[in-house]
RNA sequence: GCCCUCGUGGUGAAAUUGGUAGACACAAAGGACUUAAAAUCCUUGCCCUUUUGGGAGUGCCAGUUCGAGUCUGGCCGAGGGCACCA
């Protein structure tokens, strides 16, 4: 047995693959592969290995096929993250953001992939962030950027704004304070104005899985309602209602609005309204914080008048589930139809009244029954809508509505616009000055870019920019004014919102990317990326197309990623140890009665769940030390083995044990085929014939992602390899054959196949193994003989065969032949190439 | 809470999209080779039957169909996202 030196032949190709540079070959058709850029946060995860398999695998396998490929890599390289690290160990996010990079680059090479690192882009690169600040006027400019207010998460003692994950049970993850709901006034981006257009986007994008488009769908939320004026009882004030229900307007029994209402600013001195405040913005800034908070109200002791109902008043409530950002943050309460309603009503003991039912004859009583009914039926107790179904009711109620002139139909997105102010330090400075009248000017381009300052201190509370000495002192150049500079930094998915365009001329001074080249590779043909980046980070980049898209008319695409793949999780069991703290596998050993232990101390150690690897769980496997024991290859098989690519992996270290076992195996083979001479007999064509049929197979299931298919075919060619090692047939053909399936190996395990290649003598290696279609026709085929939809035998027969022939066949057959005697055939079901069946009496 | 996805042997899974369920692997057990171990190779894998053979079976319960892992309805369970982690 040959062994395999993985160390040497990989360093060897690896030289190769660097110089080889998919990009510059010259096929005709382009192809752009991109794998979600990585954060740099220290060392390459399962995660990555997972993702630049898969891409490399796509890359190199269009490549092969006769396509012009780029495949480049670059860094996110802003981020909270950074500024951690600073303050655990004195360095500056910078040098330790820098530190990252070349680790981590470093560490990709190891893997053999096909990226051509002269594209590489770093977003904290002032190269980079120079054109993002260009882009962010441009914008400005155009009128898609607005500030407003928002909340943000208070850590009162620190007296910083706190990421949603760093609130740990409502309190600060190093305080320990309980946050608080503050308003800043902050920079958005005005997604909102490109709704319907990022929503219709969707049905275009016919490689995105449904799933994704399903989940941006429900995120964007287009909801047809209307809004309805409510007259205040006694006042002149009207309260203006959206909803999606108008059909149950006679169920209404209150109105709510949020907190952050204008009718609220009568009740300012109140002291039970200020208590009432304080509880809502005690509740985080997380949609799931506000959906599982306890619906609580303030009664304004107002009413409002019912329009369809005269005399009708319905109590008017502040209620901490109302949003101002979504409709027009106040409500009509319809308790029998709605689930949160329902809650409120019984809570404030409020009317409960059936409109809608699916039962008619049988009212019920929503006083005893906890589950609204929110399912489409018939109108009841409502007058002239009574007996329509419930999108019949929503039509005639609208137009009632429009007649009186008391609201008009509207149309209401749950997408919100995107706040990208962040009051941090590691992100790209937002280039606008504030001039002593209060107003705010962009800063002149020429001034670009505006850098971050080196010296910063991360350890003092609030904002770093803010409280730098000098650097937000500037001068407004139009007028000499002496002016401040904005503090707030961009949040970082502004950075990877454009990236993608970015690579197509990484090197581009005088622009953000040049015009000809995006128009060259744009769309991304496939992006490859985490399940976990399905709404913000893909929806985000839609949306910077698009808006680019108006600001320079020559970029022809709307959209930036033609085809999408979501790769799914790698996972590994999780460890603590006694005092609850999390273990890394390395740190954790099994002792001689098969129990996990600490290693530095022998104590027990708790084995959790195997979810996905994270930081925070420690349960990461280092991809580096699986390289350096079992290679590169063996690395990137196992990966791909066993689990398809969009579900979650469980890593094991015997799983790519094994993968390394096979690879060894191949290698040998190579060997084998290489010294065998014998001349050809009648198996030649047999074995050319299956292989065709393989190169067949793994094709489509390469276009299909199906990679784990893949590998079992690539096991069972090198089974067959070996069945006919034993037989008498010529080593020609099983050369030739080696260098095919060695080819198919090259996007998987690139190392490996080259090296095989070269020793079998191949010197065409850049082409995919064609399949010959004839050769396809004459395949066997296997049929299943049923009676009575059962399996009885399984025949091998050619492809095409009619009927009657196999009937012919199967009263012929020894199996079938006893069974079908004597008994009355009813039917025959007949499926060309797949199956028969004899329905007879039982 | 809301939205999305997924449930097939001891394990990861495959199944030409309604047509042979468990391909291909991992682990296990038994065997071969070996002084021994490792490595390698072979065999086995639900139930009944000595064999030939027969039966059950894709989370659970119904339904459609000649035929359901695949379609429909209901239930149960697991995971991901929820706008300042990236």
Known sequence: MERLNFQAIEKKWQLTFEKEKLYNSKGSKKFYCLEMFPYPSGKIHMGHVRNYTIGDVIARFKFMNGYNVLHPMGWDAFGLPAENAAKENKLHPKNWTEKNIAEM?????????????????????????????????????????????????????????????????????????????????????DITKFSEDLLKGLDDLNYWPDKVKIMQRNWIGKSIGCEIKFDIEGENNKINVFTTRPDTIFGASFLAVSVDH??????????????????????????????????????????????????????????????????????????????????????????????????PSKPKNFNKISEAFVGDGTIVNSKFLNGLKVEQAKNKIIKEIEKLKIGKKKITFRLKDWGISRQRYWGCPIPMIHLKDGTIVPVEKSELPIKLPDDIDLNQSGNPLENHKNWKNTVYKKTGEPATRETDTLDTFVDSSWYFLRFCSPKSKSEPFDITKVNYWMPVDQYIGGIEHAILHLLYSRFFMRALKKNNNKIKD????????????????????????????????KNSDGKYQKIL??????????ESMSKSKKNVVDPESMIKSYGADAVRWFILSDSPPEKDIQWSNQGVNAAYKFLQKIYNLCFIVNERSEKGNTLDKDFDLKMNSYINKITKSINNFNLNVVVANVYEIYNLFNDYLNKNISGEIL????????????????????????????????????????LILKEKIKMAIQINGKTRDVIEIEKGINQVSVEKLCKGNLKVKGKLSNRSIKKIIFVKDRIINFIIES
């Not at 304080?278 to 304004?300: M, P, R, S, W, Y």
């Open 262 to 359: 204008p009718i609220c600013s009568n009740f300012l001195k109140d002291e039970k309204y200020i208590k009432f405040k304080n509880e809502c913005l005690k509740v985080g800034t997380t949609e799931e914080a506000l959906a599982n908070a306890e619906k609580i109200g303030f009664d304004t002791k107002l009413f409002a008048a019912h329009p369809f109902i005269k005399g009708k008043k319905l109590p008017i409530f502040v209620a901490n589930f109302i949003l101002m950002d979504y409709g027009t943050g106040a409500i009509f309460g319809c308790p029998a139809h709605d689930q949160r309603d329902l809650d409120f009503a019984k809570k404030y003991k409020l009317e409960i009244k059936e409109v809608v039912s699916d039962n």
């Open 735 to 774: 050369k030739k054959n080696l260098s095919k399936l060695m080819k198919i190996l090259i996007p998987f395990t690139p190392h490996i196949a080259y090296e095989c290649l070269e020793m079998l003598g191949e010197k065409e290696i850049k082409n995919w193994p064609q399949v010959d279609t004839k």
């Open 105 to 189: 680059r470093r560490q990709l090479k190891l893997m053999g992939l096909s990226i051509d690192w002269d594209l590489e882009v770093s977003t904290c690169d002032e190269k980079y962030y120079k054109h993002q600040q260009e882009i962010f006027i441009d914008f400005y400019n155009k009128g898609f950027v607005k500030r407003k207010e928002n909340y943000v998460n208070w850590d009162p003692v620190e007296q910083t704004v706190l990421a949603n994950e760093q609130v740990v049970n409502g309190k600060g993850w190093r305080s320990g304070a309980v946050v608080e709901r503050k308003k800043l006034s902050q920079w958005f981006f």
């Open 601 to 610: 101390d022998k104590t027990e150690v708790k084995v959790g769940p195997s």
């Open 558 to 589: 709307n959209e930036p990623f033609k085809g999408l793949f979501t790769q799914g999780m790698v996972c590994h069991e999780t460890y603590k140890d006694l005092n609850g703290k999390w273990l890394n596998p390395t740190e954790v050993e």
